[in-house]
């Protein structure tokens, strides 16, 4: 310590200890990702080909996927892969990179192999299914095979894989070597209702022009903590969507914001769909009725859309808050943040899993509501202008082959079955569900094919709604939250006056007939500036309604 360079560094490291402490502090963000790598990466220091996929499944799925077609591809092929995995959030994050990705890409296809001159006007057409069919815009773009520098998109709902069919960003293949297209020319017997059927229960399965292919069912339901509901004084497990509006769950229910995730915009779809099921079917009852099968089928889904809403506003005015991710929703409830939450079947079932006991019991359950959710497919496609579409087309076989169904569906250990943690998706091929397969998988006895049966989902009444679904509760549920936990809170306290009830749930204005027509054409219009309006103009207008429900509720009226 008395040796004059010691001092002297010791002196020098006294002077520049905050330059220091934060140079040492950015050396670790850098060395952060490289020592905190998972020993078992799908990126290898050396590889021979990149597959890019987009996908918004958790790392479980794409870990496991990722390693065994990696393995499969090195011992059938002796090339290494590079599975890069592209995971923005999402499907709604997704879809607006491929789009972002997209125009940029055909941008420069258009100025510089076309030599013509890049407009807004190119830029709104070009991707636009309702273009012209001589759009010049549109054709040159359906006629290239410009790309966004990513091969395969994989996972979310039947809905944006349609929406990016249409678009055009996703391609069958050239019906020989390559996409859905040769597959179904190479496995015939996967695709049919043996195997895959193009529909079931009202529900696309795949894309009749092999554009995309569900590869594995899913439903919606309530995830739920029963410590949570015991100690909140419920003593019953919720079996319906209407047992999350019970006041006695305030501030108790996780809910997503349906901006950020299809899967809860499509729960909440299933939930009005069950409502206009409900709503026909009292409607047809009443005697001597003088309605026509047409008019009673416009009236039962008016009246059903209307009563649909009011009990999403309910649910969301039980809501803690509205997480970005859906994933959050079973981890909330598992952990005891709330009591219950709408998710997807597999992410229910592995919450149960997690925290499953040895004697088999488990604070959390899963329950998929009888009639009030359909049976549904996460699917795959190869998007327009792959770099690999030979590798693309190749993990797309193996997803919808053998090794690809079992690993969805297996128990770990089993043959075939995940390496690491179970899945806990049921696959999509019919053909699979042999008494020796059902064994091997973790939830077998849910008969998917049979249950779909229960619920027939009618696309004629709500598809064309999907959009405005999700922009309709968000702008009443997910932006106004704070005013409508409030009103209700005091609508709760005060022994829920009707009157109050009745301003806070009044539908009028986003009723069925609003949302098909001004709703839904300001959304298919593509028009940011005329959407943000109608988002503030519906904004306000269902704040002042929660604030003046409020005030009705505290004066006891």
Known sequence: MDHPRTQAALAWMHVWRKEL??????????????????????APTHYDRRLVIISPHNDRIRAEFGQAFAKNWKATHGETLFIDWRVPGGTSEIAMLIKSEALAAFQQHWEKKLNQTWTPAVAQDCLN???????????????SNVGTGMDVFFGGGAYDFEQQ????????????TTGISALAKLHPEWFGDAGIPEKLSGEPFRDPQSRWCGTCLSSSGIVFNRDVLRRTGIAEDPTAWSDLADPRYYGQIALSDPGKSGSVTK???MLIQQQMQLAYERLKAV????????????????????????????????ARYFTDFSTKIPLEVAQGDAAAGMCIDFYGRSAEENVRKPDGSSRVGFIAPMGGTSVSVDPIGMLRGAPNPELATAFIEFVLGDA??????????????????????????????????????S?????????????????????????????????????????????????????MPERAVQVLEDMTRVKYEAAMGTISKTLSARDKVQETRLARELGDAFRNQYIKARTMAQRGL
């Open 21 to 42: 402490a934060v140079a040492v502090a950015m050396l670790a963000t850098l060395a952060g990702p490289f020592l905190l790598k998972p020993k078992e990466s799908t």
């Open 129 to 143: 299914p309702k273009a012209a069919p001589d759009n010049a815009a549109r054709k040159a773009y359906l006629a």
């Open 165 to 176: 069919a249409k678009a055009g960003t996703l391609v069958a293949g050239d019906g020989e």
């Open 267 to 269: 729960a909440l779809e």
């Open 287 to 318: 005697p001597k009725s003088k309605l026509t099968p047409e008019q009673l089928e416009t009236q039962a889904v008016a009246e059903g859309w209307s009563e649909g809403l009011r009990l999403i506003v309910r649910i969301s005015a039980n």
């Open 404 to 441: 690809g169904q079992k690993l969805w569906s297996f128990r770990t250990g089993e043959p075939g079955g995940p390496q690491h943690l179970a899945l806990r998706r049921l696959p999509v091929r019919h053909d699979l569900y042999t008494p020796e397969n059902i064994a091997r998988m």
């Open 443 to 495: 939830d077998g006895k849910e008969a998917p094919f049979e249950k779909a049966e229960a619920f027939i989902y009618h696309p004629e009444r709500t598809a064309a709604a999907f959009s405005a679904i999700r922009f309709i509760v968000r702008v009443i549920c997910v932006d106004s939250h704070n005013e409508l936990h409030a009103a209700w809170k005091e609508i709760i306290d005060h022994g």
